[in-house]
């Protein structure tokens, strides 16, 4: 049984930092490309940062790129996701999910699992 399980949000104020991580079970680990994903209330699931299969690609989305780091240790089967210089704006549930496909996906339907999520909350 696949599971993926997010850690290290929180409360943060402006200007902030926190760093997320997602520990990965039932699945080989370095055989899937992950993702991080989030949503607002209110608002899609949005795509925020993505790692190939041995980390050396990464992809951001425009409005995190620059500020969020994505890497992973694929001797520990986690993902992470370094969040510096937080903005109220990127107050959400924060989810990582893998995909099984050999380039990132932005996508959310492209992935085949998914954590339960965390929380962000970016006071301003």
């Known amino acids: 049984q696949v599971q993926l399980v997010e850690s290290g949000g929180g409360l943060v104020q402006a200007g902030g930092s926190l760093r997320l991580s997602c520990a990965a079970s039932?699945?080989?680990?370095?055989?899937?490309?992950m993702g991080w994903f989030r949503q607002a209330p209110g608002k899609e699931r949005e795509f925020v940062a993505a790692?190939?299969?041995?980390?050396?690609?990464?992809d951001y989305a425009d409005s995190v790129r620059g500020r969020f780091t994505i890497s992973r240790d694929n001797a520990k089967n986690t993902v992470y996701l370094q969040m510096n210089s937080l903005k109220s704006d990127d107050t959400a549930i924060y989810y990582c999910?893998?995909?099984?496909?050999?380039?990132?996906?932005?996508?959310?339907?492209?992935?085949?699992?998914w954590g339960q999520g965390t929380q962000v909350t970016v006071s301003s």
């Open positions: 999910a893998a995909d099984q496909a050999i380039i990132l996906q932005p996508i959310p339907s492209r992935y085949d699992y």
């Open positions: 039932g699945l080989t680990f370095s055989s899937y490309c």
């Open positions: 790692i190939s299969r041995t980390g050396v690609r990464q």
